[in-house]
């Protein structure tokens, strides 16, 4: 069993930065493969960002460039780097972890991106 707990969300003004971090309690945090979704009201789940258990990375078209996805096994959590936000990104985030039939999900945290 695997409980992820988000932090960091916020209200932030177009064009700035918020650091996400997911902590990972429980065994194994290494063979996962770590997730970021988010939830824009009245739209589905996107998946914006994942790393794998090797370090190798993938993002949405739309965060390209912007966002980092980042991982400290050491720590067991799981960082989520976003930059030049827009409004857009408006959204809860969801850290997910990932790993053959085991899928795990944080409680979710907001970002807002307004002036």
């Known amino acids: 069993q695997v409980q992820l707990v988000e932090s960091g969300g916020g209200l932030v003004q177009p064009g700035g930065s918020l650091r996400l971090s997911c902590a990972a309690s429980?065994?194994?945090?290494?063979?996962?493969?770590m997730n970021w979704y988010r939830q824009a009201p009245g739209k589905q789940r996107e998946l914006v960002a994942t790393?794998?258990?090797?370090?190798?990375?993938n993002y949405a078209d739309a965060v390209k460039g912007r966002f980092t996805i980042s991982r400290d096994n050491a720590k067991n959590t799981v960082y989520l780097q976003m930059n030049s936000l827009k409004p857009e990104d408006t959204a809860v985030y969801y850290c997910?972890?990932?790993?053959?039939?085991?899928?795990?999900w944080g409680q979710g945290t907001q970002v807002t991106v307004s002036s």
């Open positions: 429980g065994s194994g945090f290494d063979f996962y493969a």
């Open positions: 997910n972890a990932r790993w053959k039939l085991r899928d795990y």
């Open positions: 790393i794998t258990s090797g370090g190798s990375t």
